[in-house]
């Protein structure tokens, strides 16, 4: 009996250890950074923090150290009970000979509820040869009133009063030291230099120059032996090393306790404590445990009462009740937390959804395909088992793409952001929003979205036969894709680029084309997919000035200079598509002996009639004169005035002409016109007279789209 007493009592003695460290931060929430604890109200993460209390653990340092919001400055310590935060203050420091009026602000402007505290903090000036006065930006106490002068003072230098040192104080000797008023986040500083002073006797410590800093009393009045030490760092501008104490009074907010008990977010929630009106600034309330108790006031039972010690013999005696009780509370505790983590991740979903449909209303027309296109958190975890690495297909610039069955057998591609970061929520939002308004057979299908996770989850139709850059470039195959299928690959994208050009409602700007987002399905028919970086232009529109986005290689050079975003963007972009499947090369990778690009190279040998020297031997081998007819309509695209390039109607006309027949189609040689001597960067050379502006291709559309079937 009592080998299983002891250990339970040990047990009990741990726990309660535990239990006391734990109680000052909410369930599940980080409790401290480095060497600082975190008590609630302040926390690190969503749902551990009230509003205001926002703390950032920043883990590049070691060990890791914690600062006020995401831009505030480092704190040092946090006291619940005194209602403080003690953080690194700055010490400002003003050139000799320099008159100045200078603003120093303590705190940025939006970090609230914090003031300096008058009673733990001093303004400080050290120097020699100056007159400083600072006052207040308007007086705390009546908002809008002139600026009151609250410190002052001339420190002297001379030898013989150097003495005064060592009885504590500054006494005006190399420095002076001021109380400062309530309520303080800045204030003013005009300094007159004495040129008389100039030269005076000063101790050694003292450079010329002056600094100005609130610091913590406690800190600045302890005279140990590295006093001249702070000293002479301060004054000379180098205090950086310094690691210089300022405390704030923080309160809950504006409330009084009287009014703050009749809300719901009453913050004296445990038992045993009690609300106080704050002293230190003009408003707010805080809160205490009662006398006899300690604790955190914050969180429910956080007040606890004085412990006894352990040691007698009734302990022994009781020993194994106790420890079966403790091993009931402990099941229970277990259950507890874990319904606590449920309830907290059902609201974290519930917040996220309420989030992202908000976004995603705003950019349908249709509000009934949001709410058609739904799935829940819980039916893709199931269908990915629970995001297995096992289950991914690949990964991009905008998330990793996981293989899902659904619970209808139904196969789906679900893509899942890596990083969290606005950008990716609105460009996931973004392609919810095209794809939802898309319908053809080769853009890649979107099922639905996930709106319940901080980055959307979108599911997809699942395309078997990986990425057209697969295909072309995998290195243990000696064949890639036979002649014909790139042909009619390069017909679908086409047509589809086309449609999203034109025939959509909203004309659409992929912006990102390139072979790793064409998909392939099991009969090696083309999809398009990744839309997070599109972009709608509205029909009245010729385009639009935006961010710089896309894939190196690939991207438009007339794009990336203007930042001017049009179709023509994608037409270029297709364009090197076309190289890349004509010379079976890597378009972001490959550099000739010349030390050019890859579309640089391919249009200089095509001027020079030389085209067998990059082309895919492949190619030579299959396809006969439709190589050189293809070529030639890639140059087209990838002329570098946008407005020379053809539109994807026109490429998509061309490319049926050449899979509709085997015949050399008459006349195509003179249309393409002379390429000798053209180079693709400098100058203004176009291909053929016929296709030197947008006008070649409204009337050869006009003339084609007759002839074809649809």
Same mark, same amino acid.
């Given at each position: 009996m009592r080998s299983l007493v002891v250990p339970l009592l040990l047990a009990q003695l741990a726990t309660a250890a535990a239990a006391a460290e734990a109680n000052i931060a909410l369930a599940g929430c980080e409790s401290k950074c480095g060497d600082v604890d975190v008590p609630y109200p302040f926390g690190t993460t969503y749902g551990c923090h009230r509003t205001g209390f926002k703390v950032t653990c920043d883990r590049s340092y070691q060990p890791p150290r914690l600062f006020l919001q995401s831009d505030g400055p480092e704190v040092l310590a946090i006291s619940i009970?005194?209602?403080? +935060?003690? +953080?690194?203050?700055?010490?400002?420091?003003?050139?000799?000979?320099?008159?100045?009026?200078?603003?120093?602000?303590?705190?940025?402007?939006?970090?609230?509820?914090?003031?300096?505290?008058?009673?733990?903090?001093?303004?400080?000036? +050290?120097?020699?040869?100056?007159?400083?006065?600072?006052? /207040?930006?308007?007086t705390p106490s009546r908002p809008g009133a002139a600026a009151a002068t609250f410190g002052s003072c001339a420190p002297s230098c001379s030898a013989d009063e150097q003495q005064k040192l060592r009885r504590g104080g500054c006494h005006s000797v190399g420095c002076c030291e001021s109380p400062i008023p309530t309520g303080l986040t800045s204030f003013r500083v005009q300094f007159s230099w004495q040129e008389k002073n100039a030269t005076a006797p000063r101790p050694a410590w003292v450079a010329p120059g002056a600094s100005v800093l609130t610091v913590e009393q406690e800190w600045w009045r302890d005279r140990d032996n590295v006093f001249a030490v702070k000293m002479s760092l301060l004054s000379s501008g180098n205090a950086a090393g310094l690691v210089i104490p300022a405390v704030l009074d923080w309160t809950l907010n504006k409330s009084s306790c009287a009014a703050a008990a009749?809300?719901?977010?009453?913050?004296?929630?445990?038992?045993?404590?009690?609300?106080?009106?704050?002293?230190?600034?003009a408003y707010g309330y805080v809160c205490r445990c009662n006398d006899g108790y300690d604790g955190n006031p914050y969180v429910s039972d956080g007040c606890q009462g004085p412990r006894t010690h352990v040691g007698s013999g009734v302990y022994f005696a009781m020993g194994f009740g106790i420890g079966m009780f403790l091993l009931l509370l402990v099941l229970a505790s277990i259950f507890a937390t874990k319904r606590l983590k449920i309830r907290r991740a059902r609201k974290k979903r519930e917040y996220f959804f309420k989030q992202n449909h908000g976004l995603l209303l705003r950019q349908l027309v249709d509000k009934d395909i949001a709410e058609k296109m739904i799935f829940s958190l819980e039916e893709l975890e199931k269908a990915t088992n629970m995001f297995d690495d096992a289950r991914i297909l690949g990964g991009g610039g905008h998330g990793t793409v996981y293989k899902g069955i659904l619970s209808n057998q139904h196969v789906v591609a679900i893509k899942k952001s890596i990083v969290v970061i606005q950008k990716e929520i609105d460009e996931f939002i973004n392609e919810v929003a095209i794809l939802s308004q898309i319908n053809h057979r080769n853009v890649v299908k979107l099922f639905g979205c996930c709106l319940e996770t901080e980055v959307p989850l979108l599911v997809y139709e699942f395309i078997p036969n990986g990425t057209l850059y697969a295909h072309l470039h995998d290195e243990s195959s000696h064949k890639s894709l036979p002649w014909k299928d790139r042909l009619r690959i390069a017909f679908e994208v086409a047509c589809s680029l086309a449609y999203l050009h034109s025939a959509a409602s909203t004309s659409v700007v992929h912006r990102d084309i390139k072979t790793s987002n064409i998909l392939l399905d099991d009969r090696l028919t083309?999809? +398009?997919?990744?839309?997070?970086?599109?972009?709608?232009?509205?029909?009245?529109?010729?385009?639009?000035?935006?961010?710089?986005?896309? /894939?190196?290689?690939?991207?438009d050079p007339e794009y990336y200079h203007t930042r001017r975003l049009t179709d023509k963007s994608d037409v270029y972009s297709y364009g090197v598509m076309l190289v890349e499947l004509l010379t079976r090369k890597k378009p972001s990778m490959y550099l000739s002996p010349e030390g050019v690009s890859l579309v640089a190279h391919f249009v200089m040998l095509l001027n020079q009639d030389k085209l067998s020297e990059i082309l895919d031997e492949q190619i030579m081998e299959e396809g006969e004169e439709e190589p050189k007819q293809v070529a030639a309509l890639a140059a087209m695209c990838l002329r570098l005035k946008g407005e020379d390039r053809p539109t994807m109607r026109y490429v998509e006309m061309r490319l049926q002409g050449l899979q509709s027949s085997d015949i050399y189609i008459s006349g195509m040689e003179e249309q393409m016109g002379d390429l000798n001597?053209? /180079?693709?960067?400098?100058?203004?050379?176009?291909?053929?007279?016929?296709?030197?502006?947008?006008?070649?291709?409204?009337?050869?559309e006009i003339l084609l789209s007759a002839s074809l079937q649809r």
């Open positions: 009970r005194n209602s403080t +935060v003690r +953080v690194r203050a700055t010490a400002w420091s003003f050139a000799a000979g320099n008159n100045s009026d200078a603003r120093v602000r303590i705190l940025p402007t939006n970090l609230r509820p914090y003031v300096l505290s008058a009673a733990r903090n001093s303004l400080v000036l +050290v120097g020699c040869g100056f007159q400083a006065a600072a006052r /207040t930006a308007t009749k809300r719901s977010d009453y913050g004296c929630v445990s038992r045993n404590s009690e609300c106080l009106n704050s002293t230190s600034s083309a999809k +398009v997919s990744d839309f997070g970086a599109s972009r709608g232009i509205a029909i009245d529109q010729s385009g639009v000035t935006t961010g710089v986005q896309g /894939t190196h290689g690939y991207m001597g053209q /180079t693709c960067q400098g100058g203004d050379a176009r291909v053929g007279d016929n296709y030197s502006s947008r006008q070649y291709s409204i009337e050869a």
